[in-house]
């Protein structure tokens, strides 16, 4: 009777996450390492006893969201309007204290819901940057492009308790032939030196 008892009591109050998943016990006070109280305590892929009545167990997923950007009409340096596609991976993050931010802001929240706010964040920082950069600095250095954004939204995602595993631009047109006639000329003079 003990030994069944004591596997009912595991089986019920022994809650096993997966290494993907955030185990978040809200219920009881718990401090963080920098002293303030909070209301819950977490667990990164692990286990832990639940204590029956006074914890409640939510799971938060902690695997890469991939998100789509597309920026139309978005100003570059010179007042030269650019479409930009591009595609990121964000995830929460384990880093201390940062998420605690993620757990005050997305616990309940469904995936798609975490996945839209980083996607907003994304395309109103990458705007910011394009506007600091020329069409053909956009087209031809993609990765200072990647490199800046990651800069410049790091604090935005980080209040939020997000990552930026990955961003990297796909396609770079503009509506006004800009870059194509600069290439235009570029062929001109390969094909001009090549006669010579």
């Known amino acids: 009777l003990v030994l069944l008892g004591t596997l009912f009591i595991l089986k019920n109050f022994l809650i096993i996450g997966r290494p993907n998943e955030l185990l ?9 390492t920098d002293g303030t109280k909070v209301g819950w305590r977490y667990i990164a892929g692990g286990r832990s006893i639940r204590i029956p009545l006074l914890e409640r167990v939510d799971k938060m997923d902690l695997t890469t969201m991939p998100i789509d950007i597309k920026i139309r009409g978005a ?5 030269i309007p650019v479409n930009v596609d591009a595609i990121a991976t964000a995830k929460i993050t384990l880093d201390e204290p940062l ?17 839209q706010v980083a996607k907003e964040t994304l395309e109103g ?13 956009i087209n031809h250095d993609r990765q200072k492009l990647s490199d800046v954004l990651k ?35 570029r062929i001109a003079e390969v094909i001009r030196d090549a006669e010579i």
């Open 24 to 32: 978040v016990f809200s219920g009881r006070g718990n401090r963080l």
């Open 75 to 79: 100003y570059a340096k010179g007042n």
């Open 99 to 115: 998420v605690n931010h993620a757990i005050e802001r997305f616990l309940g929240k469904h995936q798609r819901e975490i996945q």
């Open 151 to 185: 800069t410049e939204v790091q604090d935005d995602l980080q209040k939020l308790g997000l990552m930026v595993d990955t961003f990297k631009i796909q396609h770079v047109t503009d509506e006004v032939n800009y870059l194509d006639s600069i290439s235009r000329v």
């Open 125 to 137: 920082t990458l705007r910011g940057v394009l506007a600091q950069l020329t069409p053909e600095e």
